[in-house]
């Protein structure tokens, strides 16, 4: 079955890291390119950060820039994202989908997200 599970959420203060990652499955995560959405309570999907197919080119949202790190590991097959410095505004589900930052957000193929709650 092709499907990407998303893992590494959790509860943590501001300020605090986590490492989100993405295991896909009868999926070439290194053939795509692949970004992270998040979806914060009661708002939007909003992109958060692409890494093209070729591992070359990284791209993040304002408020990801300097703090969030995406990445791959073509030989397990998993995207990551770094989370550096986190904020109480950074709470959100966040997914992991093809695309890149114009169509990310409508992909319908996702896995079923990871929770990330920043508060104090």
């Known amino acids: 079955e092709v499907q990407l599970v998303e893992s590494g959420g959790g509860s943590v203060q501001p300020g605090g890291s986590l490492r989100l990652s993405c295991a896909a499955s009868e999926f070439n995560l290194s053939t795509y390119t692949m970004s992270w959405v998040r979806q914060p309570p009661r708002k939007e999907d909003e992109w958060v950060s692409t890494l093209s197919w070729d591992g070359r080119t990284t791209a993040y949202a304002d408020f990801a820039q300097g703090r969030f790190t995406i990445s791959r590991d073509n030989g397990k097959n998993t995207l990551f994202l770094q989370m550096n410095n986190l904020k109480t505004e950074d709470t959100a589900v966040y997914y992991c989908?093809?695309?890149?930052?114009?169509?990310?957000?409508?992909?319908?193929?996702r896995g079923q997200g990871t929770q990330v709650t920043v508060s104090s």
């Open positions: 989908t093809p695309g890149d930052r114009s169509s990310a957000r409508s992909n319908a193929f």
